[in-house]
């Protein structure tokens, strides 16, 4: 690859994704709102671009990852956006960030008209799994331009191409089903273990072999019992998350009861002033037993 590849929001993900494009020996050039990310970035080798439209004419694979997804519309589609440069011929936009399908779909159509490609390339593993090369990616998109981005995509994490357009948010949406109710039954299994008195450091170890096991509880759980709240996510993405999961299938009419009380609970994180802790902070809305809270 002769460009380098374009990276826009450089959070804690994007701090883990393009340290991991690095190492892998990918040139970066990146752009964030936030200029101390960017200085900080440039110390793993980052070089700094002044907008969106800069690094789309310098990039044919832009990778973007942001919180929300009027931010990801802005990225694309906004003033001093990747749309802004002119023509996206030959440049294919991939979106890690989770976004609402509708916006997803919207955008792929307005950079395919700008002569670009677009795909939605959602994420699951946390920004660990990002540095190291071990996330779970889902992609939607076409095969044209899965083809140009997957070995970059292969470099980040395990890539399955799961259809068309909007397939890649689709799966994150059964992906966060089930991973963020588990933050709130994992956190009830800590409650159980300290009110008998087991040794709640070896829940982990113990359950690994059986049906128990998950991912959450391998790497959320310990925190809960360190009390180690330090965000490797927020609990206010984990509520945009449930926000997303909880309006989209509600278009589909489906009844989701675990997930919502899920929702309930994070609501409830965030209006506590907690919205900047790791998700791993919903289990200190569970009373711990022999407290009278």
């Known amino acids: 690859m002769t460009k380098p590849v374009g990276f826009i929001g450089i959070g804690l993900m994007g701090a883990g994704f393009t340290k991991r494009l690095i190492d892998q020996g990918y040139e970066v050039v990146g752009y964030d709102i936030d200029d101390t ?16 439209a800069e690094i789309a004419g310098m990039c044919d694979i832009v ?32 979106d890690f960030s989770t976004t609402e399908m509708a916006v997803t779909k919207e955008l792929a159509a307005a950079v395919a008209r700008a002569g670009g490609a ?4 959602p994420v699951s593993g946390g920004p660990p799994a990002a540095e190291t090369g071990a996330l779970a990616i889902m992609a939607g998109g ?15 994490g395990k890539l399955s191409h799961m259809g068309p357009t909007g397939a890649g948010q689709a799966t994150k949406l059964v992906n966060q089903a089930l991973c ?45 019992v360190a009390r180690d709240y330090a965000p490797r996510g927020y609990a206010r993405q984990i509520l945009k998350d449930l926000e997303m999961l909880h309006e989209a299938t509600k278009e589909q009419h489906l009844s989701l009861p675990m997930t919502g009380q899920a929702l309930t609970l994070f609501r409830m994180l965030v209006a506590q002033g907690k919205s900047e802790l790791d998700g791993a902070a919903v289990v200190t809305l569970l009373p711990e037993p022999g407290s009278e809270g």
Do not use: H
């Open 37 to 52: 990310k960017l200085d900080a970035a440039a110390e793993w080798g980052v070089r700094r671009a002044a907008s969106p």
């Open 63 to 94: 990778c973007v990852c942001v919180t929300t997804s009027k931010a990801v519309a802005a990225v694309v589609s906004g003033e001093g956006g990747l749309i802004s440069a002119g023509s996206l011929t030959d440049t294919v936009i991939v």
């Open 118 to 121: 677009f795909i939605d390339a």
């Open 142 to 156: 076409d095969e044209a331009a899965m083809a140009t981005v997957r070995e970059v995509l292969e470099a980040l």
């Open 180 to 224: 963020l109710t588990n933050y709130c039954i994992v956190a009830e299994g800590l409650r159980i273990a300290e009110a008998y008195g087991v040794d709640t450091g070896k829940i982990p170890d113990a359950l690994s072999p059986g049906l128990a096991n998950s991912a959450v509880l391998q790497s959320v759980y310990p925190r809960m």
